[in-house]
């Protein structure tokens, strides 16, 4: 049983900062791909980025280009996402998720894209971005 928990939300006004991460417990194995997810208010569930355990450039969404980061550190099992000039439009629910199996980059890109492939969900923070 593999268990996700997420932190480091909270309030912040735009163009401000965050830092979550996603630490993970368990029987994990030692493949695997992790996936950040937002949710907000009436609209579907976005794949903001995404890393592999394998190696690979990580997976950054469009809009997210050049003010977030994804990185995961092996040894405390975490995947944090760095998040900076927050805008009003990154406001909501941030869910990590994970995929233990093998998979490379591009496997692991396309499964956060689609939102489909993952084993396991956290509960999510709460991100909120004010003017």
């Known amino acids: 049983q593999v268990h996700l928990v997420e932190s480091g939300g909270g309030s912040v006004q735009a163009g401000g900062s965050l830092r979550l991460s996603c630490t993970m417990s368990g029987d994990m194995l030692r493949d695997y791909c992790v996936g950040w997810f937002r949710q907000a208010p009436e609209k579907a569930r976005q794949g903001v980025a995404g890393i592999s355990s394998t190696g690979g450039p990580p997976y950054i969404t469009d809009s997210a280009l050049g003010r977030f980061t994804i990185s995961r550190d092996g040894a405390k099992s975490t995947v944090d996402l760095q998040m900076n000039n927050l805008k009003l439009a990154d406001t909501g629910m941030y869910v990590c998720?994970?995929?233990?199996?093998?998979?490379?980059?591009?496997?692991?890109?396309?499964?956060?894209?689609?939102?489909?492939?993952?084993?396991?969900w956290g509960q999510g923070t709460q991100v909120t971005v004010s003017s």
């Open positions: 998720a994970a995929a233990f199996r093998g998979n490379n980059w591009l496997d692991c890109r396309q499964w956060v894209r689609s939102g489909e492939g993952f084993d396991v």
